[in-house]
């Protein structure tokens, strides 16, 4: 028997269409209930027109330091991902060296040690 599972994201913008909360809940997520988030980026792949189609967001509030966390462990994640669902460890480990390349370019360490 197939079961179904839900994502719901849900956007509050301003009278300028400008995010101003981003909300998420997933059936599956083994935590219930509504969770806030200041971005996200999201992927899919149409198989008709054979393209990637993708939505990226933040809210207003959103703090650039935040945003280059995110980034670098967008990167980190895609790298785990394309190793998991292709077995080239080769090309992920390219994922991976660019990650570090752009965490030391933009200081991240300065900024996750900074309080």
Do not use: C
Not at 16 to 42: D, H, M, Q
């Amino acid at each position: 028997m197939s079961k179904i599972s839900y994502i719901t994201l849900t956007i509050h913008l301003d009278d300028n269409r400008v995010p101003e909360k981003i909300e998420w809940e997933a059936t599956e997520s083994g935590s219930p209930g509504i969770k806030e988030a200041k971005s996200f980026l999201l992927s899919i792949w149409d198989k008709k027109e054979n393209a990637t189609l993708g939505i990226d967001l933040w809210t207003k509030d959103m703090l650039l330091d935040d945003m280059n966390i995110h980034f670098h462990q967008v990167l980190l994640k895609l790298a785990d991902t394309y190793k998991r669902a292709t077995k080239n460890s080769e090309a992920a480990d390219m994922i991976y060296k660019f990650s570090a390349e752009f965490a030391k370019k933009i200081e991240l360490d300065k900024k996750i040690n900074k309080g």
